[in-house]
DNA sequence: CTGCTATTTAGAAAAATTTCTAAATAATAT
DNA sequence: ATATTATTTAGAAATTTTTCTAAATAGCAG
């Protein structure tokens, strides 16, 4: 895992919903697409990132492709920072 | 406290840096500048952006200023990341 | 007060990110 | 095979971020 990518997938706000979104349930481009006032093509472009900072994996179903939390290295982000509090 | 601000604070790889050198120690301004290959007005810059985000404090000491962690942001972020892998 | 050191602020250039439109893929359905 | 729907890719414009140089501020020290 990379801290850079982590950290920068997770620094924009729309991309931090994304994560809220998935947290309750999988979803489709299309139906985390509809949560904003964005095209399909930008929603992609964040995805995209997500998906390289392995935050979030797909699979695919019919011509829809579903997007899933991988909760791992959201922990691994969860280690690095409570090494900077000190308790490790 | 602001997600944005905080996770944006922690998405560049020198205020990460910055954030590990002060987790074991306080240091100047210019002690900080000394790990890094850039100007000082970079690394100030760098700073402001730590400090507005509340992951450091400073204290004014002759002319010096020195920088410390303040680990309870840092730990109100590992909380959103938790509510993310479900344990709340 | 004058000079010296530490740090910040201002403004500009360079680099990276976000967003859009239009076109391309991919899979299904008729 | 053609049409339809879902999603991604490419390229460009707009915005934000990072960095630098030069100038400003702040606090000693002589």
């Known amino acids: 895992m990379a801290f850079a990518e982590t950290f920068k997938a997770l620094s924009d706000p729309v991309r ?18 509809s949560h904003f006032d964005m095209t399909g093509a930008t929603i992609s472009y964040h995805l995209s990132i997500l998906k390289k900072a392995e935050l979030i994996t797909e699979t695919r179903q019919k011509n829809y492709i579903y997007y899933s939390l991988n909760t791992s ?16």
Chains 1, 2 share one sequence.
């Open 16 to 33: 931090r919903k994304i994560m809220e979104l998935l947290k309750k349930e999988t979803l489709s481009a299309g139906e985390i697409g």
């Open 73 to 88: 290295v959201v922990e691994e982000v969860m280690l690095w920072l409570s090494t900077l509090k000190g308790d490790n």
